[in-house]
């Protein structure tokens, strides 16, 4: 026997609750229905109390109508009347946050879910009113950082609608035809960029974000035609749309274009990301991205590496051998940690960056990645027989903890007399009274006067000589900069190179404005660092050339040769300087003065003292721990906890295998149960057990029944209507079942609301100064988390630079 299957009216709760997310959504809702029946234009006001949507398209023509298309959820449209509408399910979204009132043509529908369940008024109007009107009040009042969200989302979803979108008095939507794409066909406008998130609008409806790494770049996509959806219109039927597939060939043409503008030598993270998911999916080029793309992150310095190289430095670096062992810094704010420990050359320590990268939690699944890609890797050399030249040897997880916990920052001030040799200490005595000079003018100061190093105004640095195994410089913002030994040697081998890299570092630590010791590098510092580094690159010259000029100097006092790189950098500008002046040019630089050489205070011991005292307190001094000891600790610590979270992988398996045997077991109770019952009645009506339905089985072992009462409703079957209702929904409904719903909860009114959560503060306290200038007044820390979310943001500052650009 064929039976149709059953709709419970649940489904409508579900149709109208389950489906509601924003306010914002559900009101996009009703402008699709607009562009669903044909209007011009949509106009639509939002306040605290409620809103008003209205436009000049069909409504509903007749009675019939009213009551086939908008009292029944789940009518199908047929083929090309809808630009948006499948099976008119979306207007249940608005009946979840409002009572609303519908005034179309002749007819007037209100609906209050609140007041008077699932049904609605229908009256009929004196006047006819064209078109659609639909006037609602919120069931909760609005918050103002509640309808500022919610505008800004409406701003946010339909910026391309087909039809004029009037929001509060001002045209929000544009015309994609207006604009320059990168590409154009029959099925879509395209636009690509190197990184970011890929936003697609269908038709003009924005649908999500694709994260960048799916494509490798980000970009814009408007379509010209429909994309097939799931019912809550959140995802993309990538599989079975035409229409979709069309345009992810052309998409992925313009991304790949993209990325191969780049070139080799800058890569983005999404390309980065993209290439570590082809590792793990298996792609047919798995070999040439292991060795030639960029997918491990290591510290120091967030350097990107391939696969096939980190593996090798796993084995050998820093000039040593590293035992094939590698370690996980996997909390950002423990990178400062992370990268002292691998520029001591302790293990090869990866960024936390890597772990997004793969969709890794923890170190030990970044391990299992690394094995599911050498096994991809075997399998295509065994299959396609791809020439592999390296080792896929799985290295040696350590504990970062471990590490991290014996890692104690030694620092300390030495003196120049006990670090450095003769010719080392000429060059750096030169060099540090104009490094003095150059940090004041780094810090607002001036030169006096033409030709001379010395400044006016700005801060009075010491510069000073130390050791450490954290930084290379460090400065306690106030009294002095000091330098590590190790760079200021150079100067003896490479003086030219050597002084650009301490230049560098002045101006580095000067950027901090502070302490260097305990803080990291914010996009602040960054900022800072960049306009120093633009601004004073003409006064960084002319001092690099003081100092050249002074060290010179001081070996021609002493009747040293003219030889080594110095001499040959002073001789290139003399000569370019006195070329150009034969010429009635300027010297290629600023004559500066030939002071005596080595005419620089003495070191301050006091003061050398002094502040060692100060780090020794800070506990920054203390002797440095066997590392042979802590590695093994480290490695015996990471196999207790992956033994830790295999024991607790088998206990949630054994548990939710208890779990099911359970369900299983009451199912099968409640089975036999239901199906004695059927059999007892079927002995009783004389009928076969067969034809007693679930439906009648419920009614007909009620409390209490006797045989007779039993016979009397067989006989009446009041069930039978309920499952004539059930049975009588349309055949061609579907419930995509291969498409879950997105089941999404309104969080408008919960315990999470600004009014009832403290920290929902003014916005840009946690943001940097440029995007804080992205933040519109009045928006909250609230709303701009909502917004994004609503947008398919997962960061905040994702969706201000996104938001910035399209209403650019």
Known sequence: MQLPFELDPQIIHHIIYSQAGSIGKAIIELLMNSVDARATAVRLSMTKEGFECSDDGNGFASREDVIRYFGRFGTPHEEGDATYGRFRLGRGQIMAHASTIWCSNAWQMTVDTRAMGYSYDLEQLAQTLPGCSITGRWYEPLTDSELMSAVQEIRDLVRYTPVSVELNGRVITRDP???????????????????????IYNQGVLVRHDPAHMWGAGGLIVSKKAIALNVSRTEILRKTCPVWK???????????????????????????????????????????????????????????????????????????????????????????????????????VVHPQTLERFGCYN??????????????????????????WGRLELPELVAFSTLRDAFVERTALVTERDALDKETRRAWIALRTILHHYAAVLTGGERWRHGTPRTRGGKSFQILLGQSNTAEAWTDGDSYIAFTVDVVKRLKTVPLKAAAYIFSLIEHEVAHEGDSLDCGHDEAFYQRFHDL???????????????????????????????????????????????????????????????????????????????????????????????????????????????????????????????????????????????AARQRLALVLGVDANEISGEALDRLTGPGLTDDDVRALWSEKPWAEYEQQLYGMPEDYEDHGSEPYDVETDTDTDEESPDNDAAAVEAGAFYPPELRALIQPGETTWALERNAAAAGFYRVEDYLKWRAEVNS
């Open 533 to 675: 580094t633009i601004k004073y690159a003409q006064e960084r010259q002319w001092y690099m050339h003081a100092w050249l000029m002074r060290y010179t100097t001081s070996m021609e006092g002493e009747g040293k040769r003219a030889r080594g790189e110095a001499w040959r950098e002073r001789y290139l500008v003399d000569r370019a300087g006195t070329g150009r002046t034969k010429r009635g040019l300027p010297r290629a630089i600023d004559d500066a003065a030939t002071e005596p050489a080595v005419v620089t205070p003495e070191e301050n011991m006091a003061f050398i003292d002094y502040q060692n005292a100060r780090l020794v307190q800070a506990g920054v001094c203390p002797p440095p721990p066997n590392w042979t000891e802590v590695l093994d600790r480290a490695r015996a610590t990471q196999q207790q906890i992956e033994a830790e979270l295999r024991a607790k992988r088998e206990r949630k398996e054994a548990e939710d295998a208890a779990e099911m045997a359970e369900i299983d077991a009451f199912y099968e109770e409640m089975r036999r149960e239901e199906e």
């Open 177 to 199: 035809r207006t604009e320059r794409w990168d590409a154009e066909d029959e099925f879509a406008w395209y636009r690509a960029k190197e990184d970011g998130a890929v936003s």
């Open 363 to 388: 170190a030990h699944d970044l391990l299992d990645c690394i094995e599911r890609i050498h096994a991809n890797v075997r399998e295509d050399i065994e299959k396609n027989g791809t020439r592999f």
């Open 246 to 348: 069309a345009i992810a060939k052309q998409f992925g043409a313009l991304a790949d274009d993209v990325r191969s503008r780049l070139g080799d030598h800058r890569k983005t993270e999404a390309s980065r990301e993209k290439s570590a998911r082809a590792l793990l999916g298996g792609d047919p080029n798995i070999v040439k991205i292991y060795d030639k793309e960029e997918v491990i992150t290591l510290l120091p310095g967030k350097r990107h590496v391939t696969m096939s190289a980190f593996l090798s430095k796993c084995n050998y670096s820093h000039n040593k051998r590293q035992g094939n062992r590698f370690t996980v810094v996997e909390n950002g704010f423990e990178v400062p940690k992370g990268e002292a420990i691998a520029r001591e050359g302790i293990a090869v």
